[in-house]
């Protein structure tokens, strides 16, 4: 078994407008309140005896990570399977721009029942899903026994949390975390076993 805390990303510099436009792959960098607190997770984590420390290679995920990895005097590695979902055609764009140009699209990814739904040349909730089980699985295989911090994203966490309790893929409304907040994931034969919410530690 491994033991993973799954850590979701400091805030995201505003100057970028994140929280009004579709943000997988889309790649702001963290702002001064971000990268303050990932000082402060980094501060509280020094405790933690971790064996590696990992990041989605976005931005946002990396510059949270640093500080973690500079604490703990580990290096820190990169997770491309652990990226946020990709959208394709539309990432990056306002949201009310998404709603307007694809209002079929938009309808039916709020409806969170089709697995197979995509943006336009992105990937699918049920690729999404399969490319977060194997990267956790790749360092699952890669760290038997051992304890991780990963830092990702708020569609990982969800998507973790639909593998163990089977929900639709498509779902990405629930135990959905706070910027920094730690979900606590034991994984074992390729799925988790146990998955709780800590909130920021």
């Known amino acids: 078994m491994t033991r993973f805390l799954l850590v979701r990303h400091a805030p995201p510099d505003p100057a970028w407008q994140p929280e009004s436009r579709l943000c997988g792959w889309y790649d702001p960098p963290l702002g001064e309140a971000g990268r303050a607190l990932a000082w ?7 405790r933690f005896e971790a064996d590696a420390v990992y990041a989605s290679p976005l931005q ?9 990895a500079r604490a703990l005097a580990l290096d820190l590695q990169p997770a491309h399977g652990l990226r946020e979902i990709s959208c394709g055609e539309v990432d990056g764009m306002r949201l009310n721009e ?14 969170q029942t089709e697995a197979e739904f ?16 194997a990267g956790l ?14 830092v990702a994203h708020t569609g990982v966490v969800t998507q973790v949390f639909g593998m163990l309790h089977g929900w639709n893929a498509a779902r990405w409304d629930r135990r959905r975390p706070e910027h920094a907040g730690i979900t606590v994931v034991e994984w074992d034969g390729g799925r988790p ?5 800590s909130g920021r530690t």
């Open 118 to 133: 995509r943006w336009p040349g992105g990937e699918s909730y049920a690729e999404f899903r399969q490319r977060v089980g």
């Open 98 to 111: 998404v709603q307007a140009r694809y209002p079929g699209h938009w309808e039916r990814n709020l409806r």
């Open 137 to 150: 699985d790749t360092l699952a295989a890669r760290h038997d026994r051992e304890s991780l911090i990963v």
């Open 193 to 197: 076993l146990r998955v709780t919410a």
């Open 60 to 68: 946002r995920a990396w510059q949270t990570a640093e500080p973690i």
């Open 40 to 46: 402060t997770l980094a501060d509280s984590l020094r």
